[in-house]
């Protein structure tokens, strides 16, 4: 490293400084125990961290932390760590979506504000990944991620059990009195056996993948277990491999090319990813001015068949993920059919291609292989348009009933997930294995933050009689552990006067996903007579961050971003106030 290489980093405007600034900088920083030399122009590496004990996911990543700064420091860096939020949707209300886009603002100006070169993210819980990505690809310093991974297979019984999968099939369990309350608290407690985020193809593990497809993360390293010792293998991987991004100025704004983009989108559908990475790869691409449209994750995916055996949509979990070879062994499958843009460049410094040279796969039950794959091509998320959802919608087919794939139906209408909640256990409630289900109010302004509502449980009386599934249409999200025939996203929503609120009890719905329709069999006239009589619904907040959030989110179809965030804003030094 040359003197000039050295004098160039961003951080020596900040402990290159002469006179006074450069003194109160550096001897600041020493009240740590840093000697004068590690201020002599190498790369400062910030490790942004959301560990924290409310976001059970995110837990451990202190530990997670220690490793990459053995590889800052190894490779020649200055690590220096530093917390952010954590928007862990375990525990925050009323939904942690509500919170990304604060975390993703929080992310990006804490980046832009310190004397940092690089940066590693560490997250865990599905909006802390998208939160960072979409933070740092608005500053576009050097930036990897490490995802915590995933827990161990829970275990029940003998049976493999799944975070979030089985809280729903428990819970039917309870109301059909297949299971008592005794044993569902025992197995409450069998679900979460380590350190990690959920252990299904959840939209924490998704997006894991997702970060892993886009090349912003080393290859392999969504899958380890958070508690296996590779885990912390790669997160010291990762902090000697950001010394280097630096060296080479490879920023996000390489990386998330369209082609990027494009590789993930197909790459959800290989894995059988959740729905929740339209929301977050929208976004993010706004992010960095790459064009990516609703509809894009439905043409894109025609001939990408479900690859990976896990739930929700299938039976294994991501322990067997990645002894079967993780996603590595999932693109090198992908790039036998030319499905991916193999030129794309990572930041490991090569091509996808490159980097799944020797990807291996495992068996063939876990991670299926192209010309017998677990379920065939145009099985991923379908997107739906009609006069129910003229910005679209979305429907994860592989989790969802196909009897119900081709559906008719007169609508039962609730105005929040509450009112439902209040009478579904009603034996008396007027619903039969016909009716669609309609949750409204439950998108990004009008719950706000658009929770995880969409799959809300059957009726009891259903339940008991022997029912499985039913269509239900919300404008709210669904957990990507989630399943049924649920769709999800309808823009727009209600609460602005989206056509989702102007449906009455007995309209009939139809829901036909191979032609990719959501239709409301309501005359023309009819909507408009309604339309008249709407009003929208009073604000609910007159400040603080909900107010700033419910004046400013976009719609689902464009990522429930904020319009002002849209775009990079670089990272020149601030303005030295000493």
Not at 231 to 239: D, F, H, K, L, V
Not at 363 to 390: E, K, M, W
Not at 522 to 533: G, I, N, T
Request: glycine fraction near 10%.
């Amino acid at each position: 490293m040359t003197d000039g290489q050295r004098t160039s980093r961003r951080s020596q405007a900040w402990f290159g400084a002469q006179g006074r600034g450069g003194m109160i900088y550096r001897s600041w920083m020493r009240n740590q125990g840093l000697g004068h030399e590690v201020f002599d122009g190498r790369p400062v590496i910030g490790i942004a961290t959301s560990a924290s004990e409310l976001a059970p996911c995110n837990a451990h990543l202190t530990h997670v932390a220690e490793a990459v700064k053995r590889g800052v420091w190894q490779a020649g860096g200055l690590p220096l760590q530093f917390p952010t939020m954590a928007t862990g949707e375990t525990l925050m209300r009323p939904t942690a979506m509500l919170y990304r886009n604060l975390m993703a603002m929080e992310v990006e100006e804490l980046i832009r504000a310190n004397p940092l070169d690089g940066v590693v993210l560490l997250s865990g819980c599905d909006k802390t990944t998208p939160a960072m990505l979409m933070g740092a690809a608005s500053v576009d310093l050097p930036a990897v991620m490490v995802t915590g991974g995933p827990m161990l297979n829970g275990k029940y019984r003998g049976q493999d059990v799944g975070s979030g999968t089985h809280v729903w099939k428990f819970e039917e369990d309870l109301k059909a009195g297949r299971m008592t309350q005794e044993e569902c608290f025992f197995a409450e407690g069998c679900m979460a056996r380590s350190n990690g985020h959920c252990m299904t193809m959840g939209t924490a593990s998704t997006m894991a993948c997702v970060a892993e497809a886009l090349g912003m993360q080393l290859p392999g390293s969504a899958a380890w277990p958070a508690v296996d010792a590779r885990r912390m293998e790669t997160a010291q991987a990762a902090g000697r491999r950001i010394v280097g991004m630096v060296e080479e100025e490879l920023r996000p704004s390489r990386i998330l090319t369209r082609e990027a983009f494009e590789n993930a989108v197909r790459v959800n559908a290989a894995v059988g990813g959740s729905t929740n990475a339209v929301i977050h790869l929208t976004a993010l691409a706004g992010r960095v001015g790459v064009e990516l449209s609703l509809s894009d994750f439905d043409d894109l995916v025609r001939e990408v068949p479900t690859l990976v055996n896990l739930m929700p949509s299938g039976k294994y979990l991501m322990e067997d993920f990645c002894y079967a070879g993780g996603l590595p062994a999932v693109l090198a499958e992908l790039l036998k059919g030319e499905l991916l843009h193999g030129d794309q460049i990572t930041v490991t410094g090569r091509t996808v291609a490159e980097n799944t040279e020797h990807a291996e796969r495992v068996g063939s039950d876990v991670i299926t292989p192209l010309d017998a794959a677990f379920q065939p091509a145009g099985t991923g998320i379908a997107v739906l348009r009609g006069n129910l959802c003229p910005d679209g919608a979305v429907i994860k087919q592989s989790a969802a009933s196909p009897h119900l794939l081709t559906h008719r139906g007169p609508a039962r209408v609730f105005d929040s997930p509450e009112a439902y909640h209040e009478v579904v256990d009603d034996p008396e409630l007027d619903v039969d294995e016909n009716t669609v289900v309609v949750i409204r109010n439950a998108g990004p302004k009008g719950y706000p933050g658009m929770p995880e509502v969409s799959n809300v449980p059957l009726p009891a009386k259903l339940l008991k009689a022997g029912v499985k599934d039913l269509v239900r249409v919300c404008d709210g999200r669904m957990s990507g552990t989630g399943y049924g025939t649920v769709v999800l996203h309808v823009a727009p929503e209600a609460a602005v006067g989206g056509p989702l609120a102007l449906v009455r009890d007995g309209d009939p719905v139809v829901l036909d996903v191979p032609n990719r329709t959501l239709h409301l069999d309501v005359d023309d006239a009819e909507l408009d007579r309604r339309r008249q009589l709407w009003s929208a619904p009073a604000e609910q907040y007159a400040g603080g961050y909900t107010w700033l959030y419910t004046q400013h989110v976009e719609q689902a179809d464009r990522g429930a971003d904020f319009g002002f965030l849209r775009g990079r804003r670089g990272h020149d030094v601030p303005r030295d106030s000493h």
